[in-house]
Each structure stands twice: as structure tokens, then as C-alpha cells.
């Protein structure tokens, strides 16, 4: 008797929680339309692409996603089904992560050198699985994989970047050259000093796996970024060691929020305070930069109306305010003003010590649909400059992504925070770089091909690509 009523307990006390378990759609879906609101607002800089180039009808899109939410019968799959909304939007940078944390939305170990750094397999080249192939070595190898293959009578010397980041190994050895201990705290000014120590190094390194291939007698050169998902500024960096042309940064647009004008003003802060030790066209220079700045600034918080861009019709203001350009605010920098010590704040290419045209020659870029962000920003520039054959299928499509310290939006219910694009990258025909980089060269790349199969098509390609490098201007 007494198990029996035990068992009773125990099944009636099921049977008063399973209701307090229960799947509710209603915060999910008032988190939904929150999203909704913030894709709306001067919030979001890829409003106008969404609406115009995309196509989308938002509201179309966010009711299905209300459905589907409501046709949920868990928290597992509510998460599922808010992902996959924001997914039809086309937009890579826009997402949504999850955490039981509510004041944010990882924690990360950055108090120490490299200690929020994650680790990156280099991943080979596509072209080493052509018959033929022949590794290079030097000191970078493991990070750069690198190697010669022959196609369309010339050699093609191929250079992997598998992100434009550094890997915690990288940082590591910076710190060590600045003798900074890894378990030991590492404030802002330490934090910034081995940033730069470490792209420093990274370019070094990059540096010298051009130097590898011309010794190995490479007449052409790939930059193999496929499935290369993106990264750092680093990319400006590269662009400009691949090519002796002139390379310009894409201009950039900023949304108009507070978060924005804050950090126009606190770049005018600086300039403002190089200008009070500069003298003559220096000074002006700074003056003037800042000035601009400022007025960019005020605009920021100046809010528009999404009305018509959501109705497709034209708008009495611009979207996004000016935000100078991928390199800065400037998209070229004059040789004679690169050893001033303001130079990387107007120019960020200049932050790092590299040698412009390093490699001078044919020059071929490999991209395929895993290529997005800063492989979008490298393959476009280069494109637009009229310096490289862009070859391979055609980009993911994630644009500029955050350009500012505002963090991801927590949402009311879920848990979910959302990351919101802040800034758009644009081409030299004005569009957006979300759009994608649209290859010179198509390869049938897909998405099932193993790595046999990509090498195959890509070999297939190759002497056309080799052909049109050797053009001048390639295309």
C-alpha cells in the first residue's frame, strides 16, 4: 500500500508539471516580431538590398515564420524555426545565437594574451589534388599551404588563406617577442599592442610564402580563399602585397544609430589630438578629417523613415550615412604620409609594415560559395581594380557584417541574442558587396563535391584562367 501510494504521488506530480513544461509559441513569437522591428529600424544598413536587390517581402517572410513557430511543439525546434527565418533573408550576418546567460552572450577568456583566440586548421589548397601538384615548403608552410601545379603552359604558384585571422599559435609567438606572459592579465593597452604584434607577424609570414613561390619559379599566382569564411582587416593587408595596381577601399555606409556616432566622434577624438602636435598640410589634413567626422556623426543620429524603402519607392534620405571606406578614411594613401604615426587611422593597410606589389605578376583569385566577408572584401577590390581574374563560383554573400562595439541585441523570451549588420560595403558600380562577388570565370563548383571532384572541375578551368591573367588589364 505504501509503494502504491507512492507511485500515485509520483505519477500526480508528473502529471502537475507536464503543463508548466509545456511548448509556448507566444514568446517565441513576440521575439520573432521584435526581430522584425529591428530589421526596420536605423538599426539594420542592408534595409534597402533586402527590400530592393533581395526582393524580400518581409512581412510575407516573418509570417510564415510565425506559423512555423506556432506548429512547433518544443523549445528545440521554436530555435530551429527562428533560424531558418532569418536564414531566408539571404543575409550573413544576420543571426541569431543562443544562451541561457542573459547579461551576454559568451564568455570568453580575453583577460590573457590570445586567450579568446580560437585555433584554425589550415586547409589545403584545392588545386593539390591536380595530377602534378608539388608542394613548397618554408618556415609558414603550416600556415600558408602553398605549391606549384602546371596549367595552360605557365606555372601557377597557389597560396591557401583559410580565414583572414591568426591562429592562437601565431599570437603566442607574438607575445613572446614582446615578453608577455600567457597567463597573466592583459589589459586594453597590452590587448592592442599584441593585436598588432600579431597581424604584424602574420604578414610576415604571408610575405614570405610569396617569396617561396617565386623562388620556385611561379609565373602566375592563385589565391586559393574557397570555403574561406572571412575574418579581420587583414584582408586590406593582402589585397595590396598581390598587386602592384592601385587598390582602392570600398566605400563604406553606417547605420544611423548612437552607437555609430559615438564611434565617429571618438575617431575624430583622436585625429583631433594628432592635429594639436601636427604643423602645416599634416595638420590640415587631420583637421579637416575630423571635421568630417564630426559631421557624419550628427548625421548618425539623424533618424530616417524605412517607410519607403520598405514600399520600394523613393526616399527623401539616405539610408546609411557615409562611413569613409573599408580601408579607413581613406581608400588610398599617399607613400609620403605612411611613416607618420597617425597614418593607420586614416588608412588602416598602414597599420602593418608589408611590401606593396610584393607579388607584381598574372594574379588569379579562387573563391566558391563558402567564400564570404573579408574573402568578398579581398575578391572585390581586386576585381574592381582590375588586377586579378576572379575564378570559381560565385560568394556566399555576407557584406560588411559590424563595424562598431555594439554588441548582439538580447531578445525578450528566448534567450536568443541577435547579431545585426552595421555597416555595407559598396563596389565601384555602387552595389552592395552583400550581393556577392560574381566570378570572371564560372566553375560548376557544388556543394556535395568531394575534394578529388573540385580539383577536377578547377583543373578544367584553369587554362582559360591563366590565359585571361595574362591580359592586361585581365578581362
Known amino acids: 500500500m505504501i509503494k502504491l501510494l507512492r507511485l500515485a504521488v509520483f505519477g500526480a506530480a508528473i502529471s502537475f508539471a507536464a503543463p508548466a513544461m509545456a511548448y509556448d509559441a507566444a514568446p517565441w513569437i513576440e521575439d520573432l516580431r521584435q526581430v522584425k522591428s529591428f530589421l526596420t529600424s536605423n538599426r539594420y544598413a542592408n534595409l534597402e538590398w533586402l527590400t530592393g536587390e533581395r526582393e524580400a517581402n518581409l512581412d510575407a517572410v516573418f509570417e510564415r515564420g510565425e506559423q512555423q513557430l506556432t506548429a512547433a511543439t518544443s523549445e528545440a525546434e521554436a530555435k530551429v524555426q527562428f533560424e531558418r527565418t532569418l536564414a531566408n533573408l539571404g543575409d550573413g550576418h544576420l543571426e541569431v545565437k543562443w544562451s541561457a546567460n542573459r547579461t551576454a552572450l559568451h564568455a570568453g577568456d580575453s583577460g590573457r594574451p590570445c586567450g579568446d583566440m580560437r585555433k584554425i586548421t589550415p586547409a589545403q589548397p584545392v588545386a593539390a589534388r591536380i595530377a602534378g601538384w608539388r608542394p613548397v615548403d618554408g618556415p609558414a608552410a603550416a600556415d600558408f599551404p602553398a605549391g606549384i601545379v602546371e596549367s595552360g603552359g605557365k606555372k601557377i604558384g597557389v597560396v591557401k588563406i583559410s580565414l583572414f585571422m591568426a591562429d592562437p599559435t601565431v599570437c603566442e609567438a607574438a607575445a613572446a617577442k614582446l615578453n608577455l606572459p600567457l597567463d597573466k592579465p592583459c589589459d586594453q593597452a597590452c590587448g592592442d599592442a599584441v593585436d598588432r604584434a600579431t597581424y604584424q607577424l602574420l604578414t610576415d609570414r604571408f610575405g614570405g610564402r610569396l617569396r617561396d613561390l617565386k623562388a620556385a619559379g611561379a609565373e602566375v599566382l592563385m589565391i586559393d580563399i574557397a570555403s574561406n569564411g572571412g575574418g579581420r582587416e587583414w584582408a586590406e593587408v593582402v589585397a595590396r602585397m598581390v598587386t602592384a595596381k592601385p587598390v582602392k577601399g570600398a566605400r563604406v555606409g553606417l547605420v544611423r544609430a548612437e552607437t555609430t556616432a559615438q564611434a565617429l566622434e571618438e575617431r575624430a577624438?583622436?585625429?583631433?589630438?594628432?592635429?594639436?602636435?601636427?604643423?602645416?598640410?599634416?595638420?590640415?589634413?587631420?583637421?579637416?578629417?575630423?571635421?568630417?567626422?564630426?559631421?557624419?556623426?550628427?548625421?548618425?543620429?539623424?533618424?530616417?523613415?524605412?517607410?519607403?524603402?520598405?514600399?520600394?519607392?523613393?526616399?527623401?534620405?539616405?539610408?546609411?550615412?557615409?562611413?569613409?571606406?573599408?580601408?579607413?578614411?581613406?581608400?588610398?594613401?599617399?607613400?609620403?604620409?605612411?611613416?607618420?604615426?597617425?597614418?593607420?587611422?586614416?588608412?588602416?593597410?598602414?597599420?602593418?609594415?608589408?611590401?606593396?606589389?610584393?607579388?607584381?605578376?598574372?594574379?588569379?583569385?579562387?573563391?566558391?560559395?563558402?567564400?564570404?566577408?573579408?574573402?568578398?572584401?579581398?575578391?572585390?577590390?581586386?576585381?574592381?581594380?582590375?588586377?586579378?581574374?576572379?575564378?570559381?563560383?560565385?560568394?556566399?554573400?555576407?557584406?560588411?557584417?559590424?563595424?562598431?562595439?555594439?554588441?548582439?541585441?538580447?531578445?525578450?523570451?528566448?534567450?536568443?541574442?541577435?547579431?545585426?549588420?552595421?555597416?555595407?560595403?559598396?563596389?565601384?558600380?555602387?552595389?552592395?558587396?552583400?550581393?556577392?562577388?560574381?566570378?570572371?570565370?564560372?566553375?560548376?563548383?557544388?556543394?556535395?563535391?568531394?575534394?578529388?571532384?573540385?580539383?577536377?572541375?578547377?583543373?578544367?578551368?584553369?587554362?582559360?584562367?591563366?590565359?585571361?591573367?595574362?591580359?592586361?588589364?585581365?578581362?
Open 269 to 475: 577624438a583622436d585625429l583631433e589630438g594628432y592635429a594639436r602636435k601636427a604643423k602645416g598640410g599634416d595638420k590640415t589634413l587631420l583637421s579637416k578629417a575630423a571635421d568630417d567626422l564630426r559631421t557624419a556623426a550628427a548625421e548618425a543620429r539623424r533618424p530616417c523613415d524605412s517607410a519607403p524603402f520598405l514600399k520600394r519607392e523613393a526616399s527623401a534620405c539616405a539610408w546609411l550615412v557615409e562611413g569613409g571606406y573599408s580601408t579607413g578614411l581613406m581608400d588610398q594613401l599617399d607613400p609620403a604620409l605612411a611613416n607618420r604615426p597617425w597614418a593607420g587611422d586614416l588608412y588602416s593597410p598602414a597599420k602593418m609594415k608589408h611590401e606593396t606589389g610584393l607579388w607584381s605578376g598574372p594574379l588569379i583569385v579562387l573563391v566558391d560559395a563558402g567564400s564570404a566577408s573579408a574573402s568578398e572584401e579581398l575578391a572585390a577590390e581586386l576585381q574592381d581594380a582590375r588586377a586579378a581574374v576572379i575564378l570559381g563560383a560565385p560568394t556566399f554573400g555576407a557584406g560588411c557584417g559590424h563595424s562598431t562595439s555594439a554588441g548582439p541585441i538580447p531578445l525578450k523570451n528566448s534567450g536568443g541574442f541577435l547579431s545585426l549588420p552595421d555597416c555595407a560595403r559598396l563596389r565601384a558600380d555602387g552595389s552592395n558587396e552583400i550581393m556577392g562577388v560574381e566570378p570572371d570565370i564560372l566553375i560548376g563548383f557544388r556543394r556535395g563535391d568531394s575534394a578529388g571532384r573540385k580539383a577536377q572541375r578547377l583543373a578544367g578551368k584553369l587554362p582559360a584562367a591563366v590565359a585571361a591573367s595574362l591580359k592586361s588589364p585581365p578581362l
